[in-house]
C-alpha cells in the first residue's frame, strides 16, 4: 500500500499543457477519419491504372473508360475537400491552443518573472512555434503514417516481391530518419537555446535604444547579440551537415525505389506474373506508401523545434504551478501588519529585510525614509504582495496577502513604483489599468490626483495615445499618470515609491494635495521619500537602514531623534531628511 502510494505521489502534476493537450484528443481521433478516408479516396488512381491498363485497353470499352475516369474525378474531389477540411481544422486546433494556453503562459510568465526568472516572453514564442507545426503539413503525417501498411499490403497483393520492396523501401526511410534524428538532436537543442540568448540580447538593445545610441554602446551590443548568434547558426550548421548525408541518402532511395519498382513491375509482366496495369499501379501504391515517410523527413526540423519548444512549455508549467483560486475576501478596511518579516531576493541567502514589523491604519500616511538599498522598495514590494516574505508575515486586515486572489487584492492596492511604466494606449486606459471603465471613474481618479488639468493640456486630452504610435510623456508626466493610475477606483492601500522623483514645485504641490485628499478618504498611505512636502504630510515616520526598521514614531518625535543624531554626527542622509523637515 505505502509502495503505490509512494508511487502515485512520483506522479508528475497535470498541467495546463497537459489538459489542453487531453482535451484535443477528440480532434485528433476526427483527424484520424479523415487521414483514414483520404488514404482509401488515394487507392483511386492506382485502382484506375490498374483496371484502364488490364480492362479497357484490352476490351476497348469506351463507356467503361468514361465511367472509370469519372469515378476516379469523383473520388479526387471528395479527396481534395477532405484535404481542405483537414488543413481547416488544424487552422483552428492550432488556433484553440493558443488561444487557451496563451493566457496561461503570460501569466506563468509574469509570475516567472516576480521569482526572478528572466526568460520573458519564450514560452508565448515557443507556444507559436507548436502552434506553427500544428498548422503544418507536416502535422498530417501523423494522421498519414498508421495508413502506411494498408498500401504495402495492397503492394503485397499485387505481387509479393513488390511488396517486399515496399516494406523494406520503408523500413529503410524509416531506419534512416530515426537515424537522422539521432545525430542532428543534440545541435538542434543546442541553436535552439542560443537563439533565445540571441534573441534576449537583441530585444535589450532595442528597448535601450536611447541608452545604446546616447553612449555609442552599439557595436559592444551588437558583438554580444553576435557571439550568441553565431553558436546558434554554428550548431544549426553543424545539424544540417550532420543530416545533410543521410538526406542525400533517403532521397537516393527514394528516387531509385520508385524506378526499382517499375523495373520489378517489368520483369514480372515480361515473366507473366503481373499485368501492366499491375505494374503501373504498383509503382503508384509505392509513391503512396512512402509519401508520409518523405514528408516526416521534411519536416523533421520543424517538428525537432516544436518538440523542443513543447517540452520547455511543460516544464515551465511544472517549474512554476498555476496559483490556487482562493475564496474572494470581503473588501478590507486596510489595516496592514507586518509581523518579523524577512526577505531574501529568490536565489540568494542574503536577506534585504530583516525582522521588519510595523503597522499603518486607515487615514494615516507613513513615510518611509533612509539611505540608498536599505530596502525601502523592496519593503514596498512586499505590501502590494509583488513579492512575498521569506519569513513573517504582512497581513491585510488580518489575512495574509497571499490569500487573496492577486487580483481580487490589486482592486485595493493602489501602487506607483519609482520607474513608472505607462503602457502603449491612451491616457484613459492607463488610469482604468487597461480595462474596461466609465469615464466617471477615470475623471474622478485623475482629479483625485491632481492631474486633470495636465491631461486637458495634452493633444488630445484623456483619448491621447501614448507609447508605440503615440506621444512621449516626460518623467514628471508619467510620475502624475502613474498617480492617477494608482489612485483609481480609490484603493484602500496606497504604496508610493518616491512619487515626487521627476515633479516640479506645482508637481509636488498636486501630490500633496492628492495625498491630502486620500487621507480624508480613509486610505492607507505609504510614501517612500524624503522630501519636505512628503514629511510635512506624514503622520509617522520610519526609518529603515540596512533592510531593518531603525526608527518608527510620530512624525516629530522621529525627526527630533533625528535631528538630535544629525547635531551628534548623523547620517547625512538622515540628517537632510531632519533639516528639510
Ligand atoms: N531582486 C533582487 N535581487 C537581488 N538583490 C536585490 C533585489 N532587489 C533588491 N535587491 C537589493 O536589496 C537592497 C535594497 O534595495 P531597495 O531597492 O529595496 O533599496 P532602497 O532603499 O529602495 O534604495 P533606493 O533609495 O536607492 O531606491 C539593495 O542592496 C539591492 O541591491
Known amino acids: 500500500m505505502a509502495l503505490i502510494e509512494g508511487s502515485s505521489f512520483r506522479q508528475p502534476r497535470r498541467t495546463q499543457l497537459d489538459q489542453a493537450v487531453a482535451a484535443c484528443r477528440s480532434t485528433a481521433w476526427v483527424l484520424a477519419l479523415f487521414g483514414l478516408a483520404s488514404n482509401v479516396l488515394m487507392l483511386a488512381p492506382p485502382l484506375y491504372m ?8 484490352v476490351s476497348g ?6 465511367m472509370l475516369t469519372a469515378m476516379t474525378a469523383g473520388a479526387l474531389l471528395v479527396f481534395g475537400l477532405l ?3 483537414r488543413s481547416a481544422i488544424t487552422a483552428r486546433l492550432g488556433s484553440w491552443l493558443m488561444a487557451q494556453l496563451g ?6 510568465s509574469v509570475r516567472a518573472r516576480l521569482a526572478g526568472d528572466g526568460g520573458g516572453a519564450q514560452p ?10 500544428i498548422t503544418s503539413p507536416g502535422f498530417n503525417v501523423f494522421f498519414d503514417g498508421p495508413w502506411v501498411p494498408i498500401f504495402l499490403i495492397l503492394g503485397w497483393l499485387l505481387h509479393p516481391w513488390l511488396g517486399v520492396l515496399a516494406i523494406a523501401s520503408a523500413v529503410l526511410l524509416f531506419s534512416l530518419g530515426v537515424a537522422n534524428e539521432y545525430v542532428t538532436r543534440k545541435p538542434t537543442i543546442a541553436s535552439s537555446l542560443s537563439q533565445i540568448a540571441a534573441t534576449k540580447h537583441a530585444e535589450a538593445t532595442i528597448r535601450n535604444a536611447e541608452v545604446v545610441r546616447a553612449m555609442g554602446m552599439l557595436p559592444a ?3 554580444l547579440w553576435q557571439s550568441s548568434n553565431e553558436v546558434a547558426l554554428s550548431a544549426q550548421q553543424r545539424a544540417a551537415e550532420r543530416g545533410a548525408l543521410l538526406l542525400g541518402i533517403t532521397k537516393f532511395v527514394r528516387y531509385f525505389v520508385q524506378s526499382a519498382s517499375l523495373g520489378i513491375g517489368a520483369y514480372l509482366v515480361l515473366q507473366g506474373s503481373l499485368s501492366s496495369g499491375g505494374m503501373i499501379a504498383s509503382s503508384i501504391l509505392l509513391g503512396r506508401a512512402l509519401a508520409p515517410v518523405e514528408g516526416a523527413m521534411g519536416a523533421w526540423r520543424s517538428f525537432s523545434m516544436a518538440r523542443i519548444a513543447y517540452r520547455r512549455l511543460q516544464a515551465q508549467l511544472r517549474a512554476m504551478p498555476e496559483e490556487p483560486v482562493r475564496t474572494r475576501l470581503p473588501a478590507p478596511e486596510g489595516v496592514l501588519t507586518l509581523r518579523n518579516v524577512s526577505f531574501a531576493a529568490p536565489g540568494s541567502r542574503v536577506p534585504i529585510l530583516r525582522s521588519v514589523s510595523f503597522e499603518a491604519v486607515p487615514g494615516e500616511v507613513l513615510a518611509v525614509i533612509g539611505p540608498s538599498a536599505g530596502g525601502k522598495s523592496t519593503l514596498c514590494r512586499l505590501l502590494v504582495g509583488i513579492a512575498e516574505p521569506s519569513s513573517g508575515e504582512v497581513r491585510l486586515d488580518g489575512s495574509e496577502l497571499r490569500h487573496w486572489n492577486a487580483e481580487e487584492l490589486g482592486q485595493h492596492i493602489g501602487y ?10 491612451t491616457i484613459r486606459d492607463n488610469i482604468a489599468r487597461m480595462s474596461e471603465a466609465e469615464d466617471e471613474a477615470v475623471v474622478e481618479a485623475a482629479m483625485l490626483a491632481h492631474a486633470h488639468e495636465l491631461i486637458q493640456r495634452l493633444p488630445q486630452g484623456y483619448d491621447t495615445v501614448i507609447g508605440e504610435g503615440g506621444i512621449r510623456l516626460s518623467g514628471g508626466q508619467r510620475q502624475r499618470i502613474g498617480l492617477a493610475r494608482a489612485v483609481y477606483r ?4 496606497i504604496v508610493l515609491d518616491e512619487p515626487n522623483a521627476n515633479l516640479d514645485t506645482s508637481g509636488e504641490a498636486a501630490l500633496s494635495a492628492a495625498i491630502d485628499e486620500m487621507k480624508r478618504h480613509h486610505c492607507t498611505l505609504l510614501i517612500v521619500g524624503h522630501r519636505p512636502s512628503t514629511i510635512a504630510l506624514a503622520d509617522r515616520i520610519l526609518l529603515m537602514k540596512e533592510g531593518r526598521v531603525e526608527l518608527i514614531g510620530p512624525r516629530d518625535e522621529v525627526l527630533k531623534r533625528l535631528r538630535k543624531a544629525s547635531s551628534d554626527k548623523a547620517q547625512p542622509q538622515d540628517a537632510d531628511a531632519a533639516r528639510s523637515a
Open 103 to 108: 493566457p496561461v503562459y503570460l501569466a506563468n
Open 416 to 425: 506607483l513604483p519609482q520607474d513608472v511604466e505607462l503602457f502603449s494606449g
Open 221 to 223: 551590443m551588437i558583438a
Open 50 to 57: 490498374l483496371q484502364v491498363y488490364d480492362r479497357v485497353m
Open 61 to 66: 470499352a469506351i463507356e467503361t473508360l468514361i
Open 124 to 133: 508565448l514564442r515557443d507556444l507559436q512555434s507548436v502552434q506553427t507545426f
Open 83 to 85: 484535404d481542405a477540411t
Open 490 to 493: 480609490i484603493p484602500r492601500i
